[in-house]
């Protein structure tokens, strides 16, 4: 243990909590120019952070180790002795270095960032937080799946868990949201049915980290109020491209409160600077096995490589006025408020800029809870919400041992905290003085209750009723958001969500289950049943439309296409040794100054000859052998120019199998120079290709496929052709070339 952490256990929250600074390693110094706030939690954790520089092993109670590759015995071949105190307490501590995963939400990472606020809301809310323009308050993030065991794959069919934890100067607020802004059920009593229904069927534990089975879709069928999240559940959403380019929803309405205790319905939405993109579901199931780390592995790469990811923050303010006049009730979490009835109010940005150091201690002990909530914020009625207020502490306590975990590093505020809660597991505070309770005099009256202008107030809402278990009337249609999402989708959206249904519905064994979902499918829209049934070999039955027959354009993400950047997106170049060097290093130097991580793709990995019009020339590096790089873990693939190098490619059937992969996954391909034949040789679509190759650089031969003519020597057009496939690349996909009238 160093001085530093030393000195911090003894002193708790102290001001010398804040050890040493140390700047953030991945910050670049331009970008820490916000105030001191910024960096509070990150100067809070440095006295925590232990390294191992120049350190000498020791036992926990810090006596050195000089042997510790055996065990103490009774003689060379003689049996363990029970004295080992070194073997035993390693065992010890290796026996219990599990925790219980998380009951939902197992899987995920989590990042370091800062919410930088622009635009005050003074007039809604005292949350300093959402009222000082320019101040930066440090924020931990964990993204999540919902379903699968914390060992499962990313990139499930399955919402996607955005838990935010804002630490601000008046302590921690957790917005613990989702990638989808409505929710499958209405009230939290059914929350345990729901998980129950969704995860591993109990007798044999089959699937893991799938809704493709019986008890999900029966759960489905026998709760109609699941077909609005449904539909966002088949649909592109569920399968995120990256963690940076999904939206994250709070879903429930939720409260700013003024000074006065004037309280302002709220929903928040963030938003990607990159823009919503997702893979193919055949894309994602493959990816599950070719690099089951995808999502965590792109978060974590993106912040090394000072690619910050970045959303900003949109409120949906509705008053209580307006909330009786929208024809959907506010309290119910499977409802959203189109974005074309309440415009969103841009406030602030996010960023992330900084990976945890160690995973267990600070992404697996985080703790977020609905009802960390700070003063100038109060939560809703909504029953769903009002359930998740006692499920998140509780779970807490047994998932970190014990009532302490506030304590912890990671959730630790950067706010002072004081009260007289004490004792319990894992205290790691030493409370001076007598009195452990409040009022008192002994103590000398502290800690002392906080001025009203400063404490944590409810919103003064008015409630009275009977007691009841019952749902609200204005909860019961369950179609007509369902139906407004289909009618908001595109063709090539609408044509995933079909084939999603198809794909779910035709794991389920039982055929009454099948046929009860079609009847709910068919309540949304008789087309898009029709189209399920055609999948799963059933005739939907009439139904009347649910009305009115409206759209909301923001609820596709073909509306969110973001700002084109490359940012850490992966691209494959397929070369084999004889590649043109000169040529590959202008494309892959212009690639990267847009920002994208360019790799060489080879029959084999390591050193790569290359040519020029010279003669031999500096060899290169394939980061990749065609056995560890599939297509599916690039966002767009190349083929560099070089005689000798292409006609080893245009005879591999791995190299057109990669590059049909990337063809029928929308994605951009783009060949230079000799290139060409290897495109021509793979057959993308048939016979079409061959047909297509041949036009001038950067010229699109089909949307997405980018062919630059002859050698491509001239540097000019070898720009051209690289910008036109930067910008493809951009766009995320090609998607209409994948419609079916569209492939082969
Ligand atoms: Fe939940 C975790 C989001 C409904 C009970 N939930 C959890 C996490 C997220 C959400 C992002 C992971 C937090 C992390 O990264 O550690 N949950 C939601 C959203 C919901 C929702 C957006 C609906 C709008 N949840 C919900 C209900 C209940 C819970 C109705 C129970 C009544 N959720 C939990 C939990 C978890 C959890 C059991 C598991 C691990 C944890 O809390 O810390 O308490």
């Known amino acids: 243990m160093t001085e530093t952490t030393e000195q911090h256990e003894t002193t708790g929250q102290r001001k010398t909590d804040t050890g040493p600074h140390r700047a953030p390693a991945h910050v670049h110094a331009d970008q820490r120019d916000g105030t001191a706030r910024e960096d509070d939690k990150q100067r809070q954790l440095d006295g925590f952070r232990v390294g191992a520089e120049g350190a000498t092993l020791t036992t926990d109670q810090g006596v050195p180790v000089a042997h510790d590759d055996d065990s103490l015995k009774a003689g060379e071949r003689g049996p363990t002795l029970m004295e080992d105190f070194q073997l035993r307490e390693k065992l010890t501590h290796f026996d219990h270095e599990r925790i219980p995963e998380r009951v939902v939400h197992a899987r995920g990472a989590g990042a370091y960032g800062y919410f930088e606020l622009y635009d005050s809301l003074a007039e809604y809310t005292r949350a300093s937080l959402f009222t000082k323009t320019g101040v930066r308050t440090p924020v931990f993030v964990r993204f999540s799946t919902v379903g699968g065991s914390r060992g499962s794959a990313d990139t499930v069919r399955d919402v996607r868990g955005f838990a935010v934890k804002f630490y601000t100067d008046e302590g921690n607020f957790d917005l613990v949201g989702n990638n989808m802004p409505v929710f499958f059920i209405q009230d939290g009593m059914k929350f345990p049915d729901f ?44 399968v995120p491209r990256s963690f940076r380019m999904m939206q994250g929803f709070g879903v429930h309405t939720f409260r700013l409160v003024d000074a006065q205790g004037r309280a302002t319905f709220v929903k928040f939405h963030w938003l990607p600077r990159l823009g919503v993109h997702s893979l193919a579901w055949d894309e994602a199931q493959q990816v599950a096995g070719a690099d089951p780390d995808f999502n965590r592995r792109d978060l974590w790469d993106s912040i090394e490589a ?78 769903l919400l009002q359930a998740r207020l006692f499920s998140y502490l509780d779970t807490q306590l047994i998932r970190l041992g014990g009532p302490n975990f506030a304590q912890i590093p990671v959730n630790r505020p950067v706010a002072d905290v004081h009260n007289n809660q004490r004792d319990g597991y894992h205290q790691m505070r ?40 019952r749902r609200a009337g204005s909860f019961s249609d369950h179609y007509t958001q369902a139906a407004l999402f289909w009618r908001s989708m595109s063709e090539v959206e609408q044509e995933h969500i079909a084939a999603a249904f198809g794909f779910e519905l035709g794991k389920v064994g039982r055929v009454e289950i099948r046929e009860g979902v079609l009847e709910h499918i068919a309540r949304v829209d008789t087309g898009l049943a029709e189209r399920v049934g055609s999948w799963i070999g059933l005739k939907p039955p009439e139904a009347e439309p649910v009305g009115p027959l409206t759209a909301s354009r923001a609820l596709s993400q073909r509306h969110r296409p973001g700002d084109g950047s490359l940012c850490a997106r992966k691209i494959a170049v397929l070369a084999a040794d004889g590649l043109s060097g000169a040529s590959f290093e202008h494309v892959r130097r212009e690639l990267a100054e847009l920002g994208a991580d360019v790799e060489i793709v080879a029959p084999h990995a390591g050193e790569v000859s290359s040519e020029d019009s010279a003669g031999p020339a500096k060899p290169l590096t394939a980061a990749h052998s065609l056995l560890t790089a599939k297509s599916v873990i690039f966002d767009a693939v190349l083929v560099a120019d070089g005689r000798r190098s292409t006609d080893v490619l245009r005879a591999r059937p791995d190299v057109a199998e990669f590059l049909r992969q990337a063809y029928r996954h929308g994605k951009a391909i783009g060949v230079w120079g000799s290139g060409r034949d290897v495109l021509a040789a793979a057959r993308l679509n048939g016979e079409q290709r061959d047909a297509a190759v041949g036009h001038g650089a950067g010229t699109p031969a089909e949307e997405g496929v980018l062919v630059a003519d002859g050698s491509a020597a001239e540097d000019a057009a070898l720009s051209e052709f690289t910008a036109a496939f930067g910008a493809a690349v951009g766009r995320h996909r090609a998607w209409d070339r994948t419609l079916p009238a569209k492939t082969v």
């Open 195 to 238: 998980v129950h229904a969704v995860k591993p069927e109990p007798h044999n534990e089959i699937p893991q980290a799938s809704s493709a089975h019986d008890t999900l879709w029966d759960f489905v069928w026998q709760q109609p109020e699941t077909m609005h999240m449904m539909m966002w559940l088949m649909s592109d959403r569920a």
């Open 306 to 383: 000072g690619h910050f990811p970045e959303w900003e923050l949109g409120l949906q303010l509705i008053s209580e006025d307006e909330a009786r006049a929208l024809d959907v009730d506010l309290l119910d979490p499977t409802k959203l408020v189109p974005e074309e009835r309440v415009p969103l109010r841009i406030v602030g940005r996010m960023v992330l800029d900084r990976n945890p150091e160690n995973f267990f201690a600070e992404t697996e002990q985080a703790a977020f809870h609905l009802g960390n909530l700070v003063p100038g914020i109060d939560v809703s009625e909504d029953p």
């Open 430 to 469: 030493v409370h001076q003085g007598e009195s452990s309770y409040e009022r008192n005099t002994v103590g000398g009256g502290r800690p002392a209750q906080a001025d009203p202008s400063v404490g944590y107030d409810s919103a003064p809402v008015n409630v009275e009723g009977t007691k009841l278990r």
